[in-house]
C-alpha cells in the first residue's frame, strides 16, 4: 500500500495525528469506518439517527464514540474530517455546517437533492478552501486509475463509444423497501442518482470527457410497494411484516443515450429490479486502435480489445500498472482487490490533502464540483425523459455533430 505522503516541514500534520466521525452506520457508513482504519486515520465516533442506535452501532464496530448529535462533532477538536453516509436529504444542510465549522468533508453520492443546492455547496467548498469530497468510489478500483492513464496517454485511441450498464436487484420485489423509495429524503431521481451517478462519473473520469447532451426513458414499473415500520439497510432482507402500502413514481430502470464533448457516443441502462444482477457494473470505451472493457463481478480483471492481434485481459498486478493503478493497489498481483477497498484507496487520496492541509489543483478524487456536474446531468436526464428529446447538460460546450 502506497503511504500517504506526508509532507515533511514546520506544522506539518501527520496521517496517525488526523480524526475522522463519520455520520450513519448503515451498510455504507459502515464501510467507511472500517476502510478509515485500515489507511491509519483515528475514527474519533459515530452520529446515527437516535443516542441508542448510535450507541448499538459504536458497540457493535468498536468506535469509542457515538455522538449525540451533528454539533457535538463539530465541537470536538480531535476531529478533522467529517464523513457523510446519512440520506441523501440531509447531505446538504450537514455539509454546510461541517465546512462552516471548519472540518473538511467526505459526503456520499449524490452530493445534495437539487443542483441549486449543489452549486451553494460548491461555492461554499472553494470560499472554506478546505477538502471536499464526494465518495464515487468505484473510481479507485485499481485497474480504473490504470485504465484513466491509460486512455490519457492514446491507449486506446480518440474514444469513440462508451457503453454499459448498472443492474442490481435489491428493490425488485414489491415489498423491497430502501429511504431511496421515498422523494422526500432521496429526492426526484432514484435509480438515476444512486447507481447511474457512479457509471456517469466514473466513464467522464476514464475518458476525460464530459456527458453534454442525453436523450434518456426512465420508467416505474412498481407503482405501489409495502413500506415496513422501523429502518431497513440496503439490501437488507430483514424486515417488519407490519408495512403500510405507499405510491413510488421514482425510475426503476433508465434508458440512456449519451453525446461527450469530444464528440464521442454512448449508452446506458440501468435498473434496480433485474433479477440475478446483485451490484453489476459494466462498461466498455471503444477507441479508434482499441478498445478496454470492465465487470464489477470481476473486478481484477481488465479486457482489451485489438483489431489486429489476440485480445488480452489484464489480471490486476502493481507491476504491470501505471503509478496510478499501483497506487491504488493495497496487494500483490492475484490477491483480489473489491468493492470495501477502492474505498480505502479513494480515502488514501483525500486523506493526503488533508495531511497538506487543502485540496490538491487537480484532486483524483471526486470533489464537490464533480458531484454538482452529476446533479446537472440528472437535471438534463429527467428533463430529456419528460419532453421525450435531447437535452444539453446546463453550463457545457454543445457537442460536435
Ligand atoms: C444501493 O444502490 C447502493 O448501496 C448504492 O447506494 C451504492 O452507492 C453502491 O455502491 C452500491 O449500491
Redesign the pocket.
Same mark, same amino acid.
Given at each position: 500500500m502506497t503511504p500517504i505522503k506526508e509532507h515533511d516541514g514546520p506544522g506539518t500534520r501527520r496521517l496517525a495525528d488526523i480524526g475522522a466521525a463519520v455520520i450513519g452506520a448503515g /451498510? =455504507?457508513g459502515t464501510v467507511h469506518v472500517e476502510q478509515l482504519r485500515r489507511i491509519g486515520v483515528q475514527v474519533r465516533g459515530i452520529l446515527e439517527v437516535t443516542p441508542e442506535r448510535g450507541e448499538a452501532k459504536a458497540q457493535a464496530l468498536g468506535v469509542t464514540r457515538a455522538y449525540p448529535s451533528l454539533e457535538a462533532i463539530l465541537e470536538d477538536p480531535s476531529v478533522d474530517v467529517v464523513h457523510v453516509t446519512s440520506p441523501n436529504h440531509l447531505h446538504v444542510e450537514q455539509a454546510r455546517q461541517i465546512l462552516s465549522a471548519g472540518k473538511h468533508v467526505i459526503c456520499?453520492?449524490p452530493l445534495a437533492m437539487t443542483s441549486p443546492e449543489s452549486a451553494d455547496l460548491v461555492r461554499l467548498a472553494a470560499k472554506t478552501g478546505l477538502v471536499n469530497a464526494v !465518495?464515487f !468510489? =468505484?473510481r479507485f478500483y485499481p485497474l480504473h486509475q490504470h485504465v484513466r492513464e491509460l486512455i490519457a496517454d492514446g491507449g486506446l485511441g480518440d474514444t469513440r463509444f462508451v457503453t454499459g450498464h448498472y443492474f *442490481?436487484d435489491?428493490l425488485l420485489l414489491e415489498t423491497d423497501w430502501?429511504w431511496?423509495l421515498d422523494t422526500k429524503l432521496a429526492g426526484s431521481l432514484r435509480a438515476v442518482a444512486? =447507481?447511474g451517478?457512479?457509471w456517469l462519473d466514473l466513464t467522464t473520469y476514464l475518458t476525460g470527457q464530459r456527458v453534454v447532451s442525453v436523450m434518456a426513458d426512465l420508467t416505474n414499473f412498481i407503482p405501489r410497494r409495502a413500506e415496513p415500520s422501523g429502518p431497513v439497510e440496503? /439490501?437488507s432482507t430483514e424486515r417488519s411484516t407490519d408495512t403500510v402500502e405507499r405510491e413510488v413514481a421514482t425510475e426503476d430502470v433508465a434508458s440512456i443515450m449519451l453525446r461527450f464533448a469530444n464528440g464521442a457516443r454512448g449508452t446506458v441502462v440501468l435498473s *434496480?429490479i433485474s433479477a440475478g444482477r446483485k !451490484?453489476s457494473l459494466q462498461w466498455e470505451i471503444d477507441g479508434s486502435i482499441a478498445a478496454a472493457a470492465w465487470d464489477s463481478e470481476t473486478p481484477d480483471h481488465l479486457w482489451l480489445g485489438h483489431r489486429e492481434r489476440a485480445n488480452e485481459i489484464l489480471l490486476r498486478n502493481p507491476a504491470l500498472m501505471g503509478a496510478a493503478g499501483r497506487r491504488a493497489s493495497a496487494l500483490p498481483g492475484g490477491h483480489v482487490e473489491g /468493492?470495501g477497498d477502492t474505498f480505502g484507496a479513494a480515502f488514501r487520496a483525500v486523506y493526503a490533502d488533508v495531511v497538506a492541509g487543502h485540496p490538491a489543483d487537480q484532486p483524483p478524487y471526486a470533489t464537490f464540483a464533480d458531484g454538482h456536474y452529476e446533479m446537472l446531468v440528472g437535471d438534463a436526464i429527467a428533463e430529456s425523459s419528460r419532453l421525450g428529446r435531447w437535452v444539453d447538460v446546463a453550463g457545457e460546450a454543445k457537442a460536435p455533430r
Open positions: /451498510f =455504507i456520499e453520492k !465518495n !468510489n =468505484i *442490481q435489491w430502501s431511496r444512486d =447507481i451517478s457512479h440496503a /439490501f *434496480q !451490484n /468493492f
